[in-house]
């Protein structure tokens, strides 16, 4: 049987979270091992799925451009679970992605993926603050990694290529702070091997993108399987439709000049109104 479905960004945030949590590794280590998950609004989903936490979100995309919070808060950005607690780990990153081992399990969203299987993350906060000075340290443990983006990341062109042409250095204007990127390195989880994950299925390919009225972004797929499977995708559809933005709600407060962050961002049209008229 074959089914239609229509996957809102904010729907595909969720159906990746829920599949995620249901992979064998990470089934594994939640009760043998430790999950790191690195803040970000997938991985909030997570997060919430996990251990029933919003996660603290620090850069973000808007219509406004790459923005940060408008104040800081006090709920954690990443943290590590281990035996079903978890513990903020925003001030010890570093150490505690260097205590990593196999079986461990390292979840980590991303702002761009191309056709190679590659993916970065975008940095606006120097070195990419802690979690991005870190990085490099994810593949040298032996822990498992994770990538989990929607297809709204999918970018044309190779990120190896792109990742020399950016810099937060190299601008004279930015709606928002000006980005790098990080490339990361792992097993990257979208819409589609995540309908694959809850559903058994047979076949899922895309066959359509965007949409208008609140489907600005999303993904139309077609799904192939037995019916019992996919009565099982729509039920994961309706269900996450209904869902929340995942964060903190005062860490997703957008920024303005001013805030924290400002003294870290370069060439924000916002934060040196004096340079553009906006």
């Not at 799925?49 to 219509?63: A, C, F, H, N, P």
């Not at 009225?213 to 399987?225: D, F, P, Q």
């Not at 099982?232 to 860490?251: R, T």
């Not at 000049?257 to 040196?272: L, Q």
């Amino acid at each position: 049987m074959r089914a239609q479905l229509i996957i809102t960004v904010n729907t595909g945030k969720w159906l990746i979270a829920r599949a995620i949590v249901r992979l064998p590794e990470v089934q594994e280590a939640y009760k043998k091992y430790k999950i790191l998950l690195k803040g970000g609004t997938t991985v909030s989903c997570i997060a919430e799925e996990l251990v029933g936490i919003k996660l603290r979100i620090s850069g973000r995309v808007t219509k406004r451009g790459t923005v940060g919070s408008f104040e800081n808060s006090s709920s954690p950005h990443s943290v590590i679970v281990e035996k079903g607690k978890w513990q903020n780990i925003d001030s010890c990153f570093l150490d505690t992605v260097l205590a990593l081992g196999p079986g461990d399990v390292v979840i980590i969203g991303a702002n761009a993926i191309d056709n190679e299987g590659n993916a970065a993350m975008m940095a606006a906060s120097p070195g990419g603050g802690n979690p991005g000075q870190a990085v490099a340290a994810l593949t040298t443990e032996g822990a498992h990694i994770i990538i989990a983006a929607g297809l709204e990341k999918l970018i044309p062109g190779k990120i190896s290529e792109l990742i020399g042409q950016v810099g937060r250095k190299i601008c004279d204007f930015s709606m928002g702070a000006a980005v790098g990127l990080i490339p990361l390195h792992g097993r990257i989880i979208t819409e589609i091997e995540a309908l694959k994950i809850l559903g058994n299925l047979d076949k899922v390919i895309v066959i359509g993108r965007g949409g208008i009225n609140g489907a600005e972004g999303s993904t139309t797929i077609l799904i192939e399987g037995l019916e019992n499977s996919l009565k099982n995708v729509i039920k994961e559809i309706i269900c996450a439709q209904e869902k929340h933005l995942s964060g903190d709600e005062n860490s997703l407060k957008e920024c303005i000049s001013g805030s924290p962050g400002c003294k870290y961002h370069f060439s924000c049209v916002y934060a040196h109104k004096s340079k553009i008229k906006v």
